[in-house]
């Protein structure tokens, strides 16, 4: 459970990093806003890579951990009880519902952020070349992370 809830949190967090550096990197560029702070940029100063590949890695790490969290809740439903099950139940709607809302909202393409329409709109990400989300389904390269395939 414990592990559970760490990756539904992990998972709203990155999803939201994801969908909003498009944002951060515009207002950064053309408001002067104060450098990006979220996953995509942490990812390339540690690995020493572009922006796009810390993006695509970033787009893994969220989709293995998809996965592991699919895996998990399964395990711990064959196991639990009903107030359990719907526990797990509801942290798998909180993801799908943060997912639903961070690729449906203009909040990510309006970079005012809300404000005055605006013709000059920010590109919302791009689908991922899905063969790289597959690559990775063991324990992510991340030592804080990797304990979720430990359950």
């Known amino acids: 459970m414990h592990a559970l809830q760490d990756i539904s949190a992990a998972l709203v ?7 909003s550096y498009n944002k951060e990197a515009f207002r950064e560029q053309h408001f002067g ?3 990006i702070q979220n996953l ?3 990812l390339a100063h540690e690995r020493g890579c572009s922006m796009d ?3 695509r890695q970033a787009v893994v790490m969220h989709d293995t951990a998809m996965h592991r969290m699919a895996e998990l809740s399964e395990q711990v439903r064959r ?3 009903p107030g359990l099950s719907r526990y797990v139940e509801g942290l798998c ?3 799908r519902g943060s997912l639903e809302w961070h690729l ?3 909040r990510y393409a309006d970079p005012n952020n809300p404000g005055e329409p605006v013709a000059d709109r920010v590109a919302m990400p791009t689908v991922v070349d899905c063969s790289t989300a597959t690559a ?3 324990p992510l390269e991340v030592p804080a992370v990797a304990w979720w395939w430990d359950c």
Request: with cysteine.
């Open 13 to 19: 967090g990155w999803c939201n990093d994801i969908v």
């Open 33 to 35: 806003f104060p450098g």
């Open 40 to 42: 995509v940029p942490v």
């Open 53 to 55: 590949e810390a993006a």
């Open 79 to 81: 196991q639990a009880g």
């Open 93 to 95: 709607q909180w993801v």
């Open 104 to 106: 449906t909202t203009d």
């Open 136 to 138: 990775a389904l063991g």
